[in-house]
Every structure is written in C-alpha cells, then in structure tokens.
C-alpha cells in the first residue's frame, strides 16, 4: 500500500536562506506521481509543485525544487531564499499510477515557520 | 482558482444527529474527493468518486457516507454525529486520469461536533 512519511513536525528557517523538506514514500508501483502543497495560516490548500516517477529531472517551480532520489524513495521540497509568506504547513502527496484506485494519499505535514 | 465550494462553511451540531456537507464545483471534474485534516495526522481520505454514481472508500471511511448524483455534486454524510467526527473536512477535485493532475481543493468546512 502506498505510504508517504514526513518525520518533521515543525522546522525553523532564517529569512533568505534555504530550506529542506523532507518527504519519503513506499510505494510498489513503478508509475507514481508526487505533489507538494502549502496550508498556509488562513487555511486554503495550495498546490506547489509536481514530480513524475518517469522523469529524468528534478522538478522546479519558481523558488521551488524537488530533490528527487528515486532509489531512496525521498522527494524532498527545496525551498529557495525563503520569505516571509513561506510560514505554513507544507504536505507531501502521492498517486499510483497502475492502481486504478485515483486516490491521493497525504503525509502527516511539517510546519514552516520563517524568521525575520 | 479551481470553481470548488464547499457549503456550509462552519458547522456545530450535537453527537447522534446527522449531517451533509456539499461540494459543488464548476470544472466538470470527473474525480472528486472528501478528505478530513486532524492535527498530527495530516489530511485523511474519507471517500472519492470517479463518476456519478461510482464512488469508493477511502481512509477513514467508517461513519461517513457519499452519494454524488450529478458530476458537479458530491455529498458527504455524517449519519450519526460523533465526537471524533470533529475536524476540517476538504472537498478536492481532479481530472486524475492524467498521472499529474493534481487535487485542487475546495476552502473547507469547520465542523464541531458537541
């Protein structure tokens, strides 16, 4: 069964510096796809960034990367010159792709807070 | 933004009585999803739906029921209120049969259970 894990509940980050978070995953399905969204206080679910199992490169968006290592099961969130509005909860989320089943299955979360 | 409303927005009501939220959206979305977020336990899939009429459990699925009757409508059921039932419930949309389409997600509803 499809299985996504974040073992940090809340990190602290200096502003303008850059961050890591982690996301690991367990799956047995060769075609998956993994989804990283931001909670931020006001509690409006917003997608940031995806990554395909067959892709060769790590995804970007913006200030966003994905530290993709496929034999490790990680796809872990960079985030880059953090600012100020990046303090939220930040989830990690998979689909199988051969399941047949379409669910979206969610980590626990880690919290970001930002200092100034 | 993706069309999704959730209704109603907040809600308390007493253990044993029932309850429906609704999600209505206007993307013609095929796959819709109602998903519970507890502190420490992330978001929690209840149940989804890939269709009118299809629909499949999820999760956490005991002591909730679904019915989507239209594409633009999926209705989740409380069928006897309990305490536990307390969370943030999330309706998500998604056109899924693609492997990256991602879940948009409704706003959510707050519902307190008493």
């Known amino acids: 069964a499809q299985k996504i894990t974040q073992t940090q509940p809340g990190m602290f980050v200096q502003e303008k510096e850059a961050v890591t978070l982690d996301c690991t995953y367990d799956?047995?399905?060769?075609?998956?796809?993994l989804f990283w969204y931001k909670q931020p206080s006001s509690g409006e679910m917003i997608f940031l960034i995806y990554q395909g199992s067959y892709d060769q490169q790590n995804a970007t968006e913006g200030r966003y990367s994905l530290n993709f290592q496929k034999a490790r099961k990680s796809a872990n969130l960079v985030i880059s010159a953090s600012q100020l509005g990046d303090s939220a909860m930040y989830f990690c989320?998979?689909?199988?792709?051969?399941?047949?089943?379409?669910?979206?299955?969610f980590g626990t979360g880690t919290r970001l807070k930002v200092l100034a | 933004d993706a069309g999704i409303t959730q209704s109603p927005r907040h809600k308390v009501t007493e253990t044993g009585t029932p309850v429906t939220l609704r999600c209505h959206q206007t993307?013609?979305?095929?796959?819709m999803y109602w998903y519970r977020q507890d502190p420490g336990h992330g978001l929690r899939l209840i149940h989804y739906s890939y269709g009118v009429k299809d629909t499949d459990k999820g999760e956490v699925s005991d002591g909730y029921s679904v019915s989507r009757s239209k594409t633009e409508d999926f209705l989740l059921t409380l069928e006897s209120a309990t305490s536990s039932q307390t969370s943030v419930y999330f309706c998500?949309?998604?056109?899924?049969?693609?492997?990256?389409?991602?879940?948009?997600f409704g706003n959510g509803t707050r519902l307190t259970v008493t």
């Open positions: 799956t047995s399905d060769p075609s998956y796809g």
């Open positions: 998500a949309i998604s056109e899924a049969w693609t492997l990256n389409s991602p879940l948009h």
């Open positions: 989320a998979m689909r199988e792709g051969n399941s047949g089943t379409y669910k979206y299955i």
């Open positions: 993307e013609n979305h095929r796959y």
